[in-house]
């Protein structure tokens, strides 16, 4: 966190080499965050160099932050709300409209294999029981790390809410890969 700090207090005070530092280290995370909630990579590129161009407007006006990423995240959804809103000329806009539809790296990779195991199986079964709210949540708590205010804040909830949809959650993925895994257990007593 001190090192985003520092970063931060250099890119507000104009340094180039700091912006290209936040650019770099935070661009594909933005692209994979915002790939999620609308399937343009054109549209979401876009979002993300509006978002770049009004940090340096901005400059010395921009408020202080302990974690770079989770403040370009916002900027970001705001970004795409906004682009949004433009391109299907609506004038008020919901964050409900925003549907996160996450694929899990760790999803794509069982799909690709020939020969998946059992539990792996299981797993793909449990996720794909994950609501889109759900999936968000684990998506920024595990995947990019976001500290549970900062969730929160993305996801206008309640701490104690993001607690609850964390666990339950979890609760659900637990509940439906062991279901799953009893199944072929049964599967032998019942035929025998």
Known sequence: ???????????????????????????????QYGIKFKD??????????EVFCKLIQAGTKLGETENIRYYLFKALKNSILKGLGRTRKIESLETDVLKFDASFSLEEEIERKENSTFKEKALLKALSRLSDHQREIIYLRYDSGLEY?????????????ARKLIFRTIKLLRETIEGEMKLPILFLFRFR
Do not use: H
């Open 149 to 161: 205010e900062q969730i929160c804040d993305l996801m206008d909830l309640k701490y104690d809410s």
């Open 40 to 49: 343009d990579p054109d549209f979401i590129k876009d979002c993300i160099q």
């Open 1 to 31: 966190m001190e090192k985003d700090v520092e970063i931060w207090r250099k890119f507000k005070a104009g340094d180039k080499s700091a912006l290209t530092d936040v650019y770099l280290q935070n661009f594909n995370s933005m692209f």
